[in-house]
């Protein structure tokens, strides 16, 4: 394609030359045979007054120092011929005489020469003639060939030269696409760590290997969490299963009593309550991923939910000395949210402020809202997060202190379905910690305007919401 489209554009750049050029000889031609005229016509000036007879005469001159092979003749106004060199008179016909005293160009063969004749009436001493001078077109005309010759013996040469280094270049740029096509061929699941080179040009190619490489850096990062999401949970998963199924082979090894019996069921079966929670929340992150969670999205009265929880809550700390309070405006605080999804968030927050606060302890959780948001805030005087735990609490399966965390019955997918719960409320969620006195949470969710303060209260169930 790319060599067709040079030989074309080739091809036209010298027929357009070659009409240039034709034309600027033409003009040069024409400009040529019309100051021959002016010459002739000047000396018939000078010359005309003194009679015929010195006319000629001097015209016979002018023709015998006449350069280049330029000839000329004059007739008068009855087509008498003045001067008329042989040339014209063997091989030309008697030109047609021209009407008005301007000059007509035309083009003629005179003994087997190419001639280009200017032809022009004039009035000299009160008579009029007709000149007609010409000028050989040869010269020009070998000019024209001669470039016509170079024009075609350049235009393979210059074609194969271009096509040749066309070819050169694009392989040349091109290279760099290979090597990319290369890499990414090789890049699979065992080495999503390879990147691709990046080019030194700083053209689109640079910025394309600078995207894809940003594309699989967020690949790779997914890819670990889905890989650490897997082997966490296959974990998770096996260990209670492996304490209830050790449970009972122990129990059925031998009879025993109904008290013995009862021990190892109550342990199955709380073991299994945990395992059905884990599974609960492992499913609700997996069918959060992909998206398949319909939220149902309506006002919500958070002080109405908070008082809930509180309640629920305190049923929470009943075998521990936790104090729970809530400090709440006494009228509804609206968000747009989703019920079931708020009353899940404020039980994970408050199910770890009690589970991680040592009795005798306190939790205290606090509602507030300014022109444009609502804030819910759980603080406890617990054990506190360190420092460097406070980044990853969010994070699928982390606890911040395994051993102890696990003891407390944690699988650390708590606070990560609380962040979701949290962000497809376009809302956010911050912490604040210090080892050994306690933690902060802040819920920060977008707040309705107050006119959702005028529906009356009492017709709202707690966990539902008025449409
Ligand atoms: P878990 O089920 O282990 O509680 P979460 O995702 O809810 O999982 O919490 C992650 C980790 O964050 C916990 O294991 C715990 O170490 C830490 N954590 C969460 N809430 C608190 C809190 N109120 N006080 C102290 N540590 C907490």
């Given amino acids: 394609m790319y060599c067709i489209v040079l030989s074309l554009s080739f091809a036209a750049f010298f027929w357009i030359s070659d009409i240039g050029f034709r034309r600027s000889i033409e003009a040069t031609v024409d400009i040529a045979s019309r100051t021959n005229l002016e010459t002739i016509q000047r000396l018939m000036q000078r010359t005309a007054a003194t009679g015929e007879d010195t006319l000629q005469h001097e015209l016979t001159e002018l023709s015998d ?3 280049n092979g330029a000839l000329f003749e004059v007739a008068d106004e009855k087509g008498k011929w003045i001067f008329r060199p042989a040339r014209f008179a063997e091989t030309y016909p008697p030109l ?5 005293h301007n000059v007509a160009f035309f083009t003629a063969n005179l003994d087997y020469f190419e001639y280009r004749i ?3 009436r004039v009035q000299v001493a009160g008579k009029t003639y ?8 040869e010269p020009f005309d070998q000019a024209l060939d001669h470039f016509r010759l170079i024009e075609k013996e350049a235009l393979p040469v210059l074609v194969l030269a271009a096509s040749l280094l066309g070819y050169w270049l694009s392989g040349w740029s091109l290279a760099p696409v290979k090597r990319i096509i290369e890499t990414a061929e090789s890049i699979g699941a065992q080495n999503l760590s390879r990147r691709l080179e990046v080019p030194k040009a700083r053209d689109e190619l640079q910025r394309l290997t600078q995207t894809l ?9 997914s890819f670990n969490k889905i890989t650490q999401f897997t082997a966490d949970a296959s974990h998770d998963l096996r260990t209670p299963v492996a304490i209830m199924r050790t449970a009972a082979e122990i129990t059925l090894r031998r009879p025993r009593t109904p008290v013995e019996y009862r021990d190892a069921l109550s342990k199955i079966l709380a073991t299994s309550v945990e395992t059905s929670e884990l599974l609960e929340n492992l499913l609700t992150l997996a069918r959060a991923d992909a998206g398949a969670i319909r939220t149902e999205m309506r006002p919500v009265d958070l002080a109405a939910h908070l008082r809930r929880a509180q309640e629920r809550a305190a049923f929470l700390s009943a075998d521990k000395d936790v104090d729970v309070t809530l400090e709440a405006p006494s009228i509804p605080v609206w968000v747009q949210g989703d019920a079931i999804a708020i009353d899940r968030l404020l039980l994970i927050l408050l199910d ?10 306190h939790c205290e959780i606090a509602l507030s809202r300014n022109d444009s948001h609502a804030e819910i805030s759980v603080r406890d005087s617990g054990i506190g997060i360190a420092e460097a735990d406070l980044k990853n609490i969010f994070d ?9 965390s696990k003891n407390s019955g944690g699988a650390g997918l708590g606070l990560a379905i609380a962040r979701w719960i949290t962000e497809t409320h376009g809302g956010s969620i911050a912490v604040k910690s210090e080892i050994g006195v306690g933690s902060i ?6 707040a309705l305007p107050e006119q959702h303060n005028a529906i009356d209260l009492n017709e709202i169930p707690a966990t539902a919401s008025p449409t």
């Fill in 130 to 137: 007709e000149i007609h001078a010409a000028v050989p077109t």
């Fill in 65 to 67: 120092v006449w350069a």
């Fill in 352 to 361: 770890n402020a009690v589970k991680y606060t040592p009795s005798g302890g």
């Fill in 118 to 120: 200017a032809l022009q």
């Fill in 213 to 221: 490489n940003a594309m699989l850096e967020r690949i790779e990062n």
């Fill in 96 to 100: 047609p005489l021209v009407r008005d």
């Fill in 441 to 446: 949470f802040c819920v920060t969710l977008r």
């Fill in 396 to 404: 699928r399966f982390y606890r911040a202190d395994r051993v102890r």
